[in-house]
């Protein structure tokens, strides 16, 4: 347990905002995309309203792209997983442990962000909080698909952008339902949303740390 | 309990090269074994392999107590100081002593320094001490003599005799002659197809 704690701290020192990999950059990111889409489609109001929510749900996908990059690759590259196999962590255990500081570093802020973003988008109070809560029941999923494919193409060349092309069909039902629980009146799209979510979350863990183990025999 | 190492009937394939095969290898505490060989011939491999972290092609490995390795591989971030690195894995091992490793490494002037900027032989160094704090009864490795100067080298000797004396195993694989009392010599050419 201890050990756990241990290696949560590290993760949280190297992907939060002033840790190695520019934390605060997909933050930046997406809230450049959400003010891009006023310009593109013109100061129609009533359209950026209606539009809005799921702009800021594709914004948060591409956002949850940025940090692969440094997610795996490097820890795989310097021998830390080998390091921590000796020492009886295994790579699952090491993967979900990346996974709660993945979300921990990436999420809060996100959600944080999308205030501001919702501003500039002109989104009714009510639009905010589904999308609030859409993102929450959504980013964990996000976090789980993006481990895993980091973990996948951590050993390959030209990896960061493979991660990226295979993150998005992954990503597409957590949109989908997480998008599509705006236009419902109802909270079954966020429930899908977290249910997926879940689902990705108890799976990432063991699908990433198989992509580790098999990165060895390399 | 003793610490004990075991491989059994041993090979070792890399993509479709065959680079050894029928190895075996039995240490009980305070076996030094000193695998030697020229570039490519397996050494890492036959490491990797006694670490647990490379199936064999054939046959099996045991061992009782923890393992350390020293390879080529320092797995500490490039961006923290020596000391934040090192801190994390005497927290993951739970050192009683670290100062210890650091006075005969002599790593005290370095602590401040960041990890990318470590030249080869402070690398070694660095994960030398990282091995001494975790007080494992069996340690792996590979090439733990390159870069390191005569003064280091003759440390890096001593600290190997001394953890055999008190009870542990070592497995070395170094193209280099190194100075290990009473070690066995593997030639892995001999084991080559």
Known sequence: MSAALTLLRRDLGLLLPGGRGGGVLPLLFFIAVAMLFPFAVGPDAQLL?????????????????????????????????????????????????????????????????TLPAAALLGLSAETVRTVLLGLLAGTPGLAAVGLAVAALTASLRGGAALAGLMMIPLAVPILIFGAGALSRPDSSGLLLTAAISLGLCALAPFAAGAAIRAARED | MQAQLAAKDIACRRGDRLLFSGLSLQCAAGDAVHIAGA???????????????????????????????????????????????????????????????????????????????????????????????????????????????????????????????????????????????????????????
């Open chain 1, 49 to 113: 309203a209606r539009t809005g929510g799921g702009v800021i749900w594709v914004a948060a996908l591409l956002a949850a792209i940025l940090p692969l990059e440094k997610l795996v690759a490097s820890d795989l590259e310097g021998g830390v997983f080998d390091q921590l196999h000796l020492r009886g962590v295994s790579e699952e255990l090491a993967m979900a442990i990346r996974l709660i500081a993945h979300w921990l570093a990436f999420a809060p802020l996100l959600l944080l962000a």
């Open chain 2, 39 to 193: 570039n490519g011939v397996g050494k890492s491999s036959l490491i990797r392999i006694l670490a647990g972290l490379l199936r064999p092609y054939l046959g099996e490995v045991s061992h009782d107590g923890a393992m350390g390795l020293v390879d080529e591989r320092l797995a500490m971030d490039e961006n923290h100081t020596l000391r934040d690195a090192l801190a994390f894995w005497e927290r993951l091992d739970g050192c009683g002593d670290p100062g210890r490793a650091l006075e005969v490494l002599q790593l005290d002037p370095l602590m401040d320094v960041p990890v990318r900027f470590l030249s080869t032989g402070q690398r070694k160094r660095a994960a030398m001490a990282r091995l001494l704090n975790a007080a494992q009864p069996i340690w792996l490795l590979d090439e733990p003599l390159n870069g390191l100067d005569d003064q280091a080298r003759k440390s890096v000797e001593a600290l190997v005799a001394l953890h055999c004396g008190g009870g542990g195993i070592a497995v070395v694989a170094s193209h280099q002659p190194m100075a290990l009392p009473r070690a066995r010599m593997i030639a892995l050419a001999d084991y080559a197809k």
